[in-house]
């Protein structure tokens, strides 16, 4: 065990080694790679900067030069182009004396300027024929050639410097024993003629100008120079003298071969930038600049070391600071690197040491662990298992050895062999299974098992938890999820789930499926009187026995408050479905005793039928709830199937209600006003604002249509109100037009008269319109005055103290007491129309006149609707009714008709 723990810390120690040192050395090389990038950067910046002072100093020194050869010419012209002069050159042959004393007069100027050693006077044979100066033999001074080519290109012609001659000294002008100098020739021509027939030659010292020109650099370097050259045939003539050897300024030198020089360049007909060799043959850096109008060169140049001298020494002194910090710094890590390797091995037994009494620790627990524990080979023998693994096989460890896992998992050979695949590729597995013990018992078991090294040996460790207990709470769990806590039936999760099954079932057997939705009649009456508890027990009670009234393979659940579904399968005619639905029904109305209560419930059932009617279980529950709905409007205790009609009419229904939801804020209602009449008089005395909706697709619909459904969404409170504004400014406008004392009559919903804050709103709407509150008739129906009198008693009170005066409508249809009339505040009764239709015929006019009577006897004013003949007319005013309406008037109109026919009344009876 020590030899391998050594061997592991020797890998680990020599891996990690290795890794420091060729970090290191990669550090050092990017250390390196990144000095010499910088080198070669800085090289290529020196270079450039060096090149471009040589070109500035080149053009500055090619301009000078330029404008002292320009200078010299012009300073010529402007004395040789005098009349004068030339008279005077052409009389150096008749009279000399008269000649050279003019000359000399007019040459005086030229001889002070500094540059001038001498000068003379030649004809075009390059005789000389005057001179002045201090150099005695100026034929040898003069180059033929020179004076030759001036007179025939007729321009001013700067001449070679010639070779240094020895010269005595003369006490005119002081004069170096040897000198070089440089010959500019001026054509002469005489007055008259054409062709310059003298020649005017200056003798210049370059040394005085040119020399000191070149020689003086802007920057003092140590090498670097500027020096005048031009071209004579294949070699270059050097015009003025160089700095590092000791030569004479005219010396010519030819190019080496193989080098890249400036000379060689010239040659070429190159100017610009040079990297190459001078006379020296030294690496330098020039430029070539040609001097204006000339056959002169100006050659800047500065030797290669000089430029690149300070980068090199900073280069060195970095590459020396450099290599002494990687050295210190190998220093450094060699020794932290021992001090780590020490403290690796100490840290590496220590971790040994403690792996070992934990391994010890482990082996204790899992003998003892409350899971089952094997250790098995690569082929599954089982080597090791724990006490609880004894105990619940039955077997000893022994025995237990002599078995292989596949032994205890109860699979078949092939589930067994995917499973090993699986975790040969996984490494590790996670699974469930069933277990069958010897005893006969199931034991249902969660298994992880996973590959482990153990003593240099690969071995597979599993895990087996009982997982009984978490099965059972599963099961629980997953009971209370899919059904109804109360009446322990499936709830709505589970009978969806399971109408889908029967869908599918049916069209696979090519039959029928039913689903009935049941619904309790009156059960919300039960609960508000004697109690959820009651109503629970209820609930609890039937449900058992619609269970027991059902076929084992029909499904029943709770989907809600009294609401069930019922599922029947294998539906082959309508029979199949009537019989138990009329078991169901007989089984519920048996009457049953609750908490010392006798009750007696009726259902409603709605039916439809997958797949015929559908085959999606939101439809179908959807189509059988209108069905049930269809059931409640027929009377409750009855079944309804579904038919396509009940669908349109949901349909339309709900497309009502949302679109009612916004009629108002739309501008889609509208009122028609019915004139109420004097039947004494035939005066129009009032009307009743009857509201209208002008749905935008569905054309008119009539308010009998959508006056409950806007109570049952909600929504007759903002059209109550909307009506009641409406038909008072529009009475208001009418007052003004001189209808004074005209009455208005709007309705109001039960619903309505339920809001506490409804007496506000009204004496609001009659303050925004300035309308007077005792023109206006609220119209209530009759069997209003028997639901909640506590609300609708205090709130007629208060319109009524307001000057608002209340009618009670449609009197004799509902159920009110008679006996209770007394107690409301109200003024009106108006006869329903059934009462005065058939009016004449028989009898029909007993309830009429009994209406009328008990009218009167209540001090109450009465209105008749429903006048349709004169008749009627006769009849109610025998009766004592002075009011009434009808289409014998007029049907209910617009308001502009409205206001034509008040209009037209008028007229006719005044």
């Known amino acids: 065990m020590e030899t391998g723990a050594s061997d592991k810390i020797a890998t680990s120690l020599k891996t990690s080694k290795r890794i420091i040192q060729i970090s290191f050395a990669l550090m050092s090389l990017l250390v390196i790679l990144a000095g010499f990038t910088f080198y070669h950067h800085q090289k290529s910046t020196l270079i450039v900067t060096a090149q471009k002072n040589l070109q500035l100093l080149s053009d500055l020194h090619s301009q000078q030069v330029s404008y002292w050869r320009s200078q010299q010419i012009n300073l010529v012209k402007s004395i040789t182009e005098q009349g004068d002069f030339l008279e005077a050159i052409e009389q150096l042959a008749q009279f000399p004396e008269k000649a050279n004393s003019t000359l000399q007069k007019e040459l005086v100027f030229l001889l002070n300027q500094q540059d001038y050693l001498a000068l003379l006077i030649t004809d075009a044979q390059a005789n000389v024929l005057f001179f002045s100066g201090a150099i005695p033999d100026m034929e040898n001074h003069i180059d033929p050639h020179e004076i030759r080519v ?93 700095r590092f050897l000791d030569q004479r300024s005219d010396q010519t030198s030819t190019p080496p071969e193989g080098l890249q020089s400036p000379g060689k360049l010239i040659l070429e007909g190159k100017t610009g930038k040079v990297i190459g060799y001078d006379y020296r043959l030294q690496p330098v850096f020039a430029y070539i600049q040609p001097v204006a109008d000339s056959s002169w060169f100006i050659v800047s140049k500065i030797d290669r070391d000089e430029v690149l001298k300070p980068l090199q020494l900073k280069a060195l002194l970095a590459l020396t600071i450099c290599l002494a910090a990687i050295g210190l710094l190998s220093i450094v890590v060699q020794l932290w690197w021992r001090q780590q390797k020490a403290l690796f091995r100490a840290d590496f037994y220590q971790a040994e040491l403690e792996n070992r009494l934990l391994s010890k620790r482990l082996d204790d627990l899992t003998r003892h662990a409350n899971d089952i524990i094997l250790l098995s080979d690569e082929h599954g023998q089982i080597l090791d ?231 999606d279980t939101d439809q179908l529950i959807r189509f059988a709830d209108t069905a049930m709905y269809r059931a409640k409007e027929r009377g409750r ?63 008119l619909i009539p308010p009998d249509e959508f006056i409950t459904l806007a109570e049952e969404c909600g929504v007759i409170h903002e059209i109550g109100c909307w009506v009641l504004e409406q038909a008072c400014c529009q009475n208001r406008r009418w007052q003004q037009q001189g209808f004074d004392s005209l009455r208005i009559a709007v309705n109001i919903s039960p619903r309505q008269l339920q809001e506490l804050r409804l007496v506000d709103t009204i004496l609001d709407i009659l303050d925004r319109c300035h309308y007077d509150s005792a023109l206006l008739d609220l119209e209530l129906t009759e069997t209003l005055l028997m639901q909640d009198l506590d609300i609708c008693v205090p709130q007629m009170q208060r319109l009524n103290e307001s000057g608002i005066r209340l009618a009670i409508d449609d009197f004799g249809t509902g159920y009110s007491s008679l006996s209770h009339l007394h107690h409301f505040p109200l003024h009106k009764l108006k006869v329903d129309r059934t009462f005065i239709c058939n009016i004449g015929s028989g009898d029909d006019g007993t309830i009429a006149r009994s209406i009328v009577v008990l009218a009167h006897e209540l001090k109450l004013e009465i209105i008749a609707e429903g006048i349709e003949t004169p008749s009627h007319i006769d009849f109610l005013k025998s009766l004592g009714c002075r009011f009434g309406q009808g289409y014998l008037f007029s049907r209910p109109l617009p308001a502009d008709e409205f206001e034509q026919l008040l209009h037209q009344r008028n007229r006719s009876e005044s």
């Open 150 to 242: 001036c007179l025939e290109q007729h321009l001013p012609l700067f001449g070679k410097i010639h070779h240094n001659h020895p010269v005595p000294h003369l006490s005119v002008r002081d004069v170096s024993t040897s000198h070089i100098h440089m010959n500019l020739s001026v054509p002469l021509t005489s007055p008259g003629s054409n062709e310059p027939s003298y020649a005017l030659v200056l003798i210049i010292d370059p040394r005085r100008f040119l020399t000191k020109l070149l020689s003086s650099d802007p920057i003092p370097t140590e090498t670097g120079e500027s020096v005048l050259v031009r071209q004579l045939g294949d070699e270059i003539l050097r015009l003025t003298p160089t």
């Open 385 to 615: 298992a724990n006490e609880r693994a004894v105990e619940t096989y039955g077997k000893s460890l022994e025995e237990l050895q002599s078995l292989s896992l596949f032994n205890l998992c109860n699979m078949e050979s092939e589930s067994c062999r995917q499973m090993w695949k699986r975790l040969e590729d996984e490494g590790s597995i996670l699974i469930e299974l069933d277990q069958r013990l010897e005893s006969g018992k199931i034991l249902p078991v969660e298994i992880s098992a996973r590959w482990i090294e153990q003593d240099n040996q690969r071995l597979l460790q599993a895990i087996l938890r009982d997982i009984s207990e978490r099965r059972a709470a599963e099961e629980r769990l997953s009971h209370q999820v899919y059904h109804d806590a109360l009446t322990g039936l499936p709830n709505r999760l589970l009978i969806q789930e399971q109408l889908q099954h029967s869908i599918d079932k049916a069209k696979r057997n090519n039959t029928q499926a039913a689903l009935l939705f049941l619904d309790l009649d009156r059960f919300k009456n039960i609960n508000d009187t004697l109690g959820h508890i009651v109503g629970d027990k209820l609930l609890k009670i039937l449900a058992e026995r619609m269970r027991s009234s059902l076929r084992q393979s029909d499904l029943i659940g709770r989907f809600g408050g009294d609401e069930f579904l019922i599922i029947i399968e294998d539906i082959h005619s309508l029979a199949d479905v009537v019989r138990p639905i009329n078991k169901l029904s007989e089984k519920i109305c048996q009457p049953m005793t609750v908490d010392g209560h006798e009750l007696l419930v009726t259902s409603s059932v709605g039916i439809c039928l997958t797949p015929s009617d559908s085959d």
């Open 637 to 699: 205790n009855n079944f309804q199937f579904f038919t396509l009609d009940m669908h349109h009419q949901a349909e339309r229904r709900m497309n009502l209600e949302n679109s009612l939801r916004n009629a108002v804020k739309r501008n889609e209602l509208l009122l028609h006003y019915q004139p109420q009449v004097d039947l004494e008089t035939g005066v129009i005395i009032g009307s009743e604002a009857l509201v209208r909706w002008q749905h935008p697709e569905l054309g």
